[in-house]
């Protein structure tokens, strides 16, 4: 199996381009955010919980994503891997993420890192809370503490993936969402 991490800071385009990517190499894309709004609009009782840290741009606990995790991998069938978007996003996460794939002889393939600056973040995220209407997209201040957030907590990662020689980055900086996905599918090609 294939363990493919999308990277990048929020408003990059991991949503945008994992469509594609999961397609061409059948995979399963798994994003933790959207398994936690699905969570709040089922009013689950973690859904409640993750709600009141998500609308201040904060992350829930590595516990909570971690076992969403481990629990796609037990049920999900009938694919070639996983594309893991918006996990890990600490430290831990990433640890604990090795842990879960060694119990299985696994381990993750490669890390495929979408960069953008951070005015360009802004421009993104208030351009998508027109279309997806996520209450944490609509405000400035919440946007704000979701960068710092990836800055201090989750671009830590890219040093540790780096030293496991698995980092791979592309600049999505293009005009238009077909020109960055086309980079994003070319960059794929090249890992092995
Ligand atoms: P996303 O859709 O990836 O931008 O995630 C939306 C929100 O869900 C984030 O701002 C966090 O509050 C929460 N979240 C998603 N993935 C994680 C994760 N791996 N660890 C902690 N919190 C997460």
Do not use: C, W
Request: hydrophobic share 40%; no cysteine.
């Amino acid at each position: 199996m294939k363990y493919y991490i999308l990277f990048g800071p929020p408003g990059a385009g991991k949503g945008t381009h994992s469509g594609a990517i999961s397609e061409k190499y059948n995979l399963k894309h798994i994003s933790t955010g959207e398994l936690l709004r699905a969570e709040i609009a089922a009013g689950t009782e973690l859904g409640q919980k993750a709600k009141s840290l998500i609308s201040v741009g904060a992350l829930v606990p590595d516990e909570v994503v971690e076992g969403m995790i481990e629990n796609a991998f037990d049920t999900i069938k009938g694919v070639d891997g996983f594309l893991l978007d918006g996990f890990p996003r600490t430290l831990a996460q990433a640890e604990a993420l090795d842990a879960i794939l060694a119990k299985r002889g696994e381990s993750v393939t490669a890390v495929v890192s979408i960069m953008i600056p951070d005015e360009l973040i802004y421009k993104r995220i208030e351009g998508r809370a027109l279309i997806e209407g996520r209450a944490d997209d609509a405000d400035r201040s919440i946007i704000k503490h979701r960068i710092d957030t990836y800055h201090s907590q989750t671009e830590p990662l890219i040093a540790f993936y780096k030293e496991q020689g698995k980092y791979y980055e592309v600049d999505v900086t293009g005009e238009t969402i077909e020109e960055n996905r086309q980079r994003v599918l070319k960059l794929m090609e090249t890992i092995e």
